[in-house]
């Protein structure tokens, strides 16, 4: 007679950024299950993963023993690795965190220590200006950590590539269906689009700007809720293409989890300024005229808007003045790079909408977090730099949450 036989796992994704369907190919590569990604829009990465800075960071300034430390530094050794075999663009060129002034040393030093417990290879701690400006010639500025290895990619395109991988591997990628239902019933859930209500023995939810509204399908917990922060680019005239080699950097206010205004050299040759960090009045609010009143309704009555406000207020109206206001931006990219003019911004480019999540109390949360609620897996932070650590948080879930 013969032996009965497992049946294969059906497996859903939801979400087709760079952490879906990086996931959809370590899954079907490895042979885990039948594997469906659902993704709302009629193309891949169009939310977080098409719109950001396109950095490979290298971990300089995760706490150290933090996923984020973890799995930016693994995944930043599988995104290079990914381009290299595919022959996408990457390339190094490099990172300089920069400390204008003697007030900015001591987190300049805190930036090292972590980046050197995360083991950033190869890192450099400058104290003269003649070695800052061997590096970028137009910094000006009494010490930086430069990182060598920081590289620059597009990640559209690699979430592309990843995507041929896990058709070629059977995933079946259904473009254009929101799930708009996720049902737990026992050790299954059923997951419903406009198009089709499946069962699937296993659900990994990769939603980046709705990932607490999925968690809510689910059943999950509110919180986090998901604030949304829209990152401003300005696009700087061919003139001032050799103001940076690579990535110049300020060092970030570590009360907040974003990295500051900063110079990228794309991986294009194209350089661009940003990004900023202003609240967005709508999910996918990619200008101040993108207005949802029911988002922007939700988080003003959200229990950590209050704390939230009365901590970063001073942090908000300065956000807010510099996207209203194109002097004000100028002015803190020109404090590390003098010879930058206001004619040098010809333009805002393309805003990219972060995925922050939001607890109660009114804390940002800093670290990548995962849910699980039976068969059920939510992601609900993954923030920068989880286009890097794409291909290390796969990794992490299926070893941890698929089983
Ligand atoms: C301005 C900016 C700059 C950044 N710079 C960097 C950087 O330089 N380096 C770095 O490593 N990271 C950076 N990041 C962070 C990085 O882009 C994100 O962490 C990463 O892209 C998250 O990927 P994701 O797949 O989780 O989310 P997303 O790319 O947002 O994908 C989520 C997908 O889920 C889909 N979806 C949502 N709800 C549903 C539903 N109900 N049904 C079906 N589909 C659904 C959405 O349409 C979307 O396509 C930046 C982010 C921003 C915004």
Redesign the pocket.
Known sequence: MPRPTARTPRIAV????????ALARALATGERGDVTV????RR??????????????AGLYYTPGSLKAELCARGRLQIRDFCLEKGLPYREVGKLVVAVDESELGALAEIERRSRENGVPDLERIDDSARLREIEPHVAGVAAVHSPHTAIVD?AAVTEALAVDARAAGADIRLG????GLRIAGSTARVS?AHSEDEFDLVVA??????D??AR?AGGDPSPKILP?R?E?WQLSPEANGLCRGMIYPVPDPRFPFLGVHFTRGVYDDVHL??SAVPALAREGYSWRRISVKDTVASLAWPGAGPLLREHWYMGVDEISASLIKRRYFDKARRFVPELAMKHLVGKSA?????QAWARDGSLIDDFAVDRLGPVTL?RN?????????MAIADHVIKNYVN
């Open positions: 939801i979400g087709g950024g760079i952490v879906g369907i659902f993704e709302k829009e891949l990465a169009v939310h977080q993963t098409g719109h950001n800075s396109g950095v490979v960071h990640y269906q929101e799930v708009t689009t990769c939603a980046g700007l709705q990932s509204l999925v399908l922060f990152g680019y940003g990004p805003a990219g909408v972060r995925a992601i993954a923030p920068s730099p989880a286009a890097t650590s794409s």
